[in-house]
Nanobody, 116 residues
């Protein structure tokens, strides 16, 4: 079964940047919709950004203009560029990928910690 491996998380100071990546374990996988979620301690998982197969993007209000979701279909990779990071962005971030067969997959999660 295809898996999605995330990378790019870490510790960064407030105002800094990180780029998260999420790559499919199979090169033949075809990505349709994509999304990035996050879950902070004691809170529910929430949608941060999404992009449809047609390229329509949506963002959580608090990250719009700071985060950018994108994909590289040739590399079967999705990205989340995060700029101007804030303490409240601290969470475990998960990629969510929808295949062209409308099957949903989750990455294993990557920790993002922003120091104030």
């Amino acid at each position: 079964q295809v898996q999605f491996v995330e990378s790019g998380g870490g510790l960064v100071q407030s105002g800094g940047s990180l780029r998260l990546s999420c790559v499919a374990s199979e090169s033949t996988f075809s990505i349709s919709g994509i999304g990035w979620y996050r879950q902070a301690p004691g809170k529910q998982r929430e949608l941060v950004a999404s992009s449809s197969r047609g390229g329509r993007t949506t963002y959580k209000n608090s990250v719009e203009a700071r985060f950018t979701i994108s994909r590289d279909n040739a590399k079967n990779t999705v990205y989340l560029q995060m700029n101007e990071l804030k303490f409240e962005d601290t969470a475990v971030y998960y990629c969510n990928v929808v295949s062209i067969m409308n099957l949903f997959y989750w990455g294993q999660g990557t920790q993002v910690t922003v120091s104030s």
